[in-house]
Structures are given as C-alpha cells and as structure tokens.
C-alpha cells in the first residue's frame, strides 16, 4: 500500500449525534473504491457543526471501539444500531 499524507475528503451530511455523522462519513467513503486502503488506526474524521460553529475530531479507531462496546442505556442502543445500519454492519435485536 503506497503511503498517504495528508489525504482529506470533505462530506456534508446530516446527523442526530457526533458519532452518527463519522459513520455517515465513512459509509460514503467506503462506497469508492479509490479509498479501499485507507486504515483506520491512522485516521482522523473532522465534523465541523454548521448551526454552532463546533468542530470535532474524532479518531476512526476510537469510533470503533464506541460502536463495539456495549451499550449501557436505550439511547445508545438506538445510536450503536442506527450507525450499525448507516455503515451496512450486522445489527443485533
């Protein structure tokens, strides 16, 4: 795999949280194959939030861990499946 430094990609979408938007992200991204190869131990997705002006950083191996852990009230059982969908990941009822 050739090495990529500083290699970015602008999505604009519109999500109910944080983590919702990088999995809305990623799940474009991963639509194209000329981004097969990019490890997610190495990337960072920035979510600039338009209505107030907040911008994250969020690390790609750090949402995964998120999204692997188990969720501890009904509202992150909703978050962890809603972004299970976005990103085509099997989701458990």
């Known amino acids: 795999?050739?090495?990529?430094?500083?290699?970015?990609f602008i999505?604009?979408?519109?999500?109910?949280?944080?983590?919702?938007?990088?999995?809305?992200g990623l799940a474009a991204?991963?639509?194209?194959?000329?981004?097969?190869?990019?490890?997610?131990?190495?990337?960072?997705?920035?979510?600039?939030?338009?209505?107030v002006r907040v911008e994250h950083q969020v690390k790609i191996a750090d949402f995964m861990k998120w999204l692997e852990r188990p969720s501890r009230t009904p509202r992150e059982v909703s978050q962890r499946h809603r972004i299970r969908e976005i990103l085509g990941m099997s989701v458990s009822r």
């Open 1 to 8: 795999m050739a090495q990529m430094v500083d290699l970015r």
């Open 11 to 24: 999505l604009r979408v519109t999500a109910t949280s944080l983590y919702e938007a990088v999995a809305q």
């Open 29 to 51: 991204l991963r639509k194209n194959e000329w981004v097969e190869g990019i490890e997610e131990r190495f990337g960072t997705v920035k979510v600039p939030v338009a209505e």
